[in-house]
């Protein structure tokens, strides 16, 4: 899937990224009996801060990238798809596109953490190089943080 529409989150897709992201992850609520960290973060705070990336298509808002700039690394802090595209390669190319964006900033490595228990999230990072670096709970979740070399 190319990524034509990626740009810059403004104030006005508050509104849509706000929707977007509980239907992304809103079934993993009964799962993990708790809400998944994206469903908790402030995104006018997000937007406001340039961190935000979404792809819209014909004034809709189908996925999101949030990334945020650390000492040693690029955190990709979120990827959020729209369910109705789940399985088209969305999610995988802005993976890529994240990394590309690393690179260019001049990182030497990209850093994602995912619940612990989103095992098939971490399965498709670790095919697309990632590894495992440390376990922790951050904000009451069980979070498994990997990295890859860029």
């Known amino acids: 899937m190319t990524i034509a529409g990626l740009r810059p989150a403004s104030p006005g ?18 799962e993990f009996g708790q ?8 995104y006018g705070a997000l937007v406001a801060a340039h961190r935000v990336q979404v792809v819209e298509r ?10 945020i700039p650390q000492p040693d690394a690029l955190l990709l802090d979120n990827i959020a ?5 789940h399985g088209q390669g969305l ?3 802005l993976l890529t596109r994240a990394e590309a964006q690393a690179r260019a900033l001049g990182h030497t490595r ?11 999230n971490r399965r498709i990072y670790a095919a ?12 009451g979740l069980p979070r498994v943080y990997m990295e890859k070399p860029l």
């Open 13 to 30: 897709d508050r509104p849509a990224i706000e929707a977007l992201v509980p239907a992304a992850y809103g079934p993993y609520v009964a």
């Open 35 to 42: 809400c998944p960290g994206p469903m908790q973060d402030d």
């Open 58 to 67: 014909a004034g809709h808002i189908l996925g999101l990238l949030v990334l």
């Open 81 to 85: 798809v729209a369910p109705a595209l």
């Open 91 to 93: 999610g995988r190319t």
């Open 110 to 120: 990209i850093r994602l953490y995912t619940h612990e228990k989103m095992t098939r």
């Open 128 to 139: 697309a190089g990632y590894h495992e670096t440390h376990r922790v709970t951050e904000r």
